[in-house]
């Protein structure tokens, strides 16, 4: 069974930073390029952040996160992350990961004073 499970979230102040993890299994990891989405209280729409390829040598980012966010997967555990820097008030959203047409959960991330 394809399953993604996301971790890491919390409330954090602006300026600062959290690692979100997400834990795939049931199906080739390696092998799937991935993604992070967020979707921001009030919006109907899940909203793209980046993008890893399968062996992590490339990756692409939103406009809106450029410079803060990096995304990164480590293939021998199975695992993607993402590390967000000088986090804002805008970055308040629930993140989810996403392996082809695969969505995790999603964890909250709050960023307020």
């Known amino acids: 069974q394809v399953q993604l499970v996301e971790s890491g979230g919390g409330l954090v102040q602006p300026g600062g930073s959290l690692r979100l993890s997400c834990l795939a299994t049931?199906?080739?990891?390696?092998?799937?390029?991935m993604d992070w989405y967020r979707q921001a209280p009030g919006n109907e729409q899940r909203e793209f952040v980046a993008?890893?390829?399968?062996?992590?040598?490339?990756?692409k980012y939103a406009d809106s996160v450029k410079g803060r966010f990096t995304i990164s997967r480590d293939n021998a555990r199975d695992t993607l992350y993402l590390e967000m820097n000088n986090l804002e008030i805008e970055d308040t959203a629930v993140y989810y990961c996403?392996?082809?047409?695969?969505w995790g959960e999603g964890t909250l991330v709050n960023v307020s004073s």
């Open positions: 993008r890893i390829s399968n062996t992590g040598q490339t990756t």
């Open positions: 996403r392996a082809g047409s695969t």
């Open positions: 049931g199906f080739p990891f390696r092998a799937a390029p």
